[in-house]
């Protein structure tokens, strides 16, 4: 019987089928992750929106339902400088949507709200030693790094560009995630935000196998079979897959994800620093169009949120942050576990001689 080409991953972190649902903080859940872990994939839980009390809890749920191997994902942004020149502009850039809704401008609030990787975080790892550890926007400080590996995870990251993978590499990471600019959510640049260069998937993917010795996970793009098989044609060992998984009933999407998802193209999607002050794809909507797609006025991550948070709730359709990957289209509506299983066997029947 034909299996996979490169065990690497599948060896590396305990699992059976070389499919990573991706961590999307506000929509995937515990319950996502352990159904996808179940069907013998990676799930992954987000950190980033959740105090480490609440992270003990999430993983407490992945738990009780299975005991294969789960991913925790942590930010390790850097809090910014203040920078009042900036928040002003913001705030009076959002003003008159303020007013259009009868909300007071006066009352815009300022701040962050996502938590890079601390010490707090770094012990839930130690606590509860999942097999996996990712990071996003590089990699926190190398003592904390020490102390994930001696918990017993391994580290992965991602890299949107090759001099990042070989950064990442270099500083002992266990596996690459090769993140193409098709990719829903934040993007992983942590080398330079210049937005104008940012490479597809399947450009990334090969480059990024040449030029290091581990395992690369192809993300972006990644909805069907079809992308699977590719990935792992150009060398990848495995992929991971996100805004397919937010067709599944495991998600928690805001008011209005779901409507834009079902009516995301290949074309209208735009990477985007509004939402949050760091470049994201999302559906495009109004605030995309009208402030964006990257603004300077907008506060460097994550202060931006903060001020576009009441917009977001009074008019989702035209505030709200959806994020979306350009191949929503050919995602499967299924649950996280059957859509894991389905994603593996249309590669599998691909990639048989």
């Known amino acids: 019987m034909f299996s996979w080409p490169d065990r690497r991953i599948l060896d590396l972190f305990g699992i059976d089928l070389p499919i990573i649902q991706a961590p999307m903080a506000g929509s995937s859940t515990a319950e996502m992750a352990a159904a996808v872990s179940a069907a013998g994939g990676l799930g992954s839980m987000p950190a980033a929106l959740l105090s480490p ?18 991913n925790l994902n942590f930010f390790c942004h850097q809090p910014p400088a203040d920078d009042l020149a900036r928040d002003l502009a913001w705030r009076a850039a959002l003003a008159p949507y303020y007013v259009e809704l009868g909300l007071d401008p006066a009352a815009i609030p300022t701040g962050g709200g996502r938590a890079p990787f601390n010490d707090a975080y770094c012990q839930v790892v130690e ?3 999942p097999a996996v550890v990712s990071f996003h926007f590089g990699l926190p400080s190398p003592s904390l790094v020490e102390r994930v ?20 590499a270099e500083r002992d990471c266990d596996a690459i995630i090769a993140m193409g600019s098709e990719a829903g959510g934040h993007r992983g640049s942590f080398l330079g935000l210049d937005m104008a260069g940012q490479v597809g998937t399947f450009a990334l993917v090969p480059q990024v196998v040449d030029a290091v010795d581990i395992p690369v996970i192809a993300a972006g793009g990644i909805a069907d079979g079809r992308g699977v098989a590719a990935a792992l044609m150009l060398g990848a060992s495995a992929v991971q897959v996100g805004t397919a998984y937010l ?21 209208n999607t735009a990477i985007t620093n509004v939402f949050t002050g760091r470049p994201a794809r999302g559906v495009a909507n109004r605030l995309v169009k009208e402030q ?28 709200g942050n959806a994020w979306s ?21 249309e590669a599998l029947a691909l990639l048989a001689p």
């Open 53 to 70: 009390d609440q992270l003990r809890e999430a993983v407490g749920t992945i738990r009780a339902a299975t005991n294969r191997s789960f």
């Open 247 to 267: 067709f599944s009933p495991e998600a928690k999407l805001a008011p209005g994800h779901r409507e834009a998802l079902e009516n995301a193209r290949d074309d």
């Open 127 to 129: 606590e509860t030693a």
């Open 149 to 168: 590996k001696v918990a017993g995870a391994k580290v992965i990251a991602s890299a949107t560009t090759v001099a990042e993978a070989v950064w990442l």
């Open 325 to 345: 990957g350009q191949a929503a289209r050919l995602a499967a509506h299924l649950p996280a576990g059957e859509l894991t299983r389905r994603l593996a066997e």
């Open 292 to 319: 964006g797609p990257l603004s300077p006025n907008a506060p460097a991550f994550p202060n931006a949120a903060f001020a576009v948070a009441p917009l977001r709730v009074a008019a989702p359709a035209d505030f």
